[in-house]
Structures are given as structure tokens and as C-alpha cells.
Nanobody, 123 residues
Framework: QVQLVESGGGLVQAGVSLRLSCAASGRTSNTVAMGWFRQAPGKDREFVAKINMNDGYTAYAPSLKGRFTISRDTAKGIVYLQMNTLKPEDTAVYYC????????????????WGQGTQVTVSS
């Protein structure tokens, strides 16, 4: 089992930055990649970013590349999501997830999920 705990969400104004953290614990040795997803009210959960645990390779949703940055602190077992120039349309619950398989762009590829952290961006 892998436990994931997100933190760092909140209510912010448009244009500011926010950094989310995801602390992983448990049997993380089989984790191939960590991902961030988000889900707005009435919408499907969508891919935000992912990072490979072995080589640090990153990938982003095309619409978010350049504003969002995923990173990891392997020693601490934490994955971060730096979000810059936030917009009202970024409002969502943000989830981190761990995958032991491939194709990390779908929620179906992830085995473990955190409880989510709410990000609300006001205009």
C-alpha cells in the first residue's frame, strides 16, 4: 500500500502562485510515476502533470505547460506542483496519484490516490 497526502491548496486571487505538495509513504518502491490530476465541479478528472521516479522525466497537459511545474524531492518522498499565474479556470480539487504501470496520462493508470486538496482562484 502507498499512502499519499496532499497539502498546499487554498483560496487565492488570480495571478498569484501556489505550490502543492504530495507526501508519499508506505511501499513506494514499485512506484514508476507520480501524477497530478484535477477535477472541477461537474467535470471529469483531468491530467495535469506527471514525473517519472527513475529519471525525473516530466510531462504536462499542453494547456498548462509553461505555467505549472512538477518536481520531486526523492529523499523526502515528496512531489510538488508549482502553479504560477493562476486563473479562475484552475479552480478544482487537485489530486496526486502513484502509478506502478505505464501510460501515465489517464487516471486509470494510477493505483493510489490522495484525498485531494481544494484550489479556488477568484477573479
Amino acid at each position: 500500500q502507498v499512502q499519499l497526502v496532499e497539502s498546499g491548496g487554498g483560496l487565492v486571487q488570480a495571478g498569484v502562485s501556489l505550490r502543492l505538495s504530495c507526501a508519499a509513504s508506505g511501499r513506494t518502491s514499485n512506484t514508476v510515476a507520480m501524477g497530478w490530476f484535477r477535477q472541477a465541479p461537474g467535470k471529469d478528472r483531468e491530467f495535469v502533470a506527471k514525473i517519472n521516479m527513475n529519471d525525473g522525466y516530466t510531462a504536462y497537459a499542453p494547456s498548462l505547460k509553461g505555467r505549472f511545474t512538477i518536481s520531486r524531492d526523492t529523499a523526502k518522498g515528496i512531489v510538488y506542483l508549482q502553479m504560477n499565474t493562476l486563473k479562475p479556470e484552475d479552480t478544482a480539487v487537485y489530486y496526486c496519484a502513484a502509478s506502478s504501470g505505464g501510460f501515465h496520462y489517464s487516471p486509470l493508470s494510477y493505483n493510489y490516490w490522495g484525498q485531494g486538496t481544494q484550489v479556488t482562484v477568484s477573479s
